[in-house]
């Protein structure tokens, strides 16, 4: 191997990880700013979690062992999907299956 083929190997390898350290820094900067604004917008547009229907972690209950008595969740308002009057019926159809156009 003779030497300007050893200075262009050299020079594309710094140049590989000069793009990789871009990439690197790319990548993290996308990282924090979208945990900056994912939390900025959840301080400006406070949502409404839905409610937990597992137990409450330990050492958030009020003293009695309970849950902590605080407001009505926001979607207690709103209607809740109801199970229908009765089961569908199947179709008398024979079953078929489309794929594609042809």
């Known amino acids: 191997m003779d030497r300007w083929e050893r200075s262009r190997r050299r020079a594309r390898d710094a140049g590989l990880a000069a793009v990789t350290r ?3 820094r790319a990548v993290a900067a996308g990282v924090v700013l979208s945990g900056v604004l994912g939390m900025g917008l959840a301080h400006l547009l406070p949502g409404q979690a839905a409610p937990s ?6 050492g958030t209950g009020d003293a009695s062992g309970g ?20 089961a569908p019926r199947p179709s008398h159809r024979r079953p078929h299956a489309t794929s594609g156009g042809s």
């Open 53 to 58: 229907d597992g137990p409450s972690p330990a």
């Open 22 to 24: 871009w990439t690197r």
């Open 67 to 86: 849950r902590a008595s605080a407001s009505p969740p926001a979607e207690a308002g709103r209607l809740r999907l109801t199970p229908p009057h009765r």
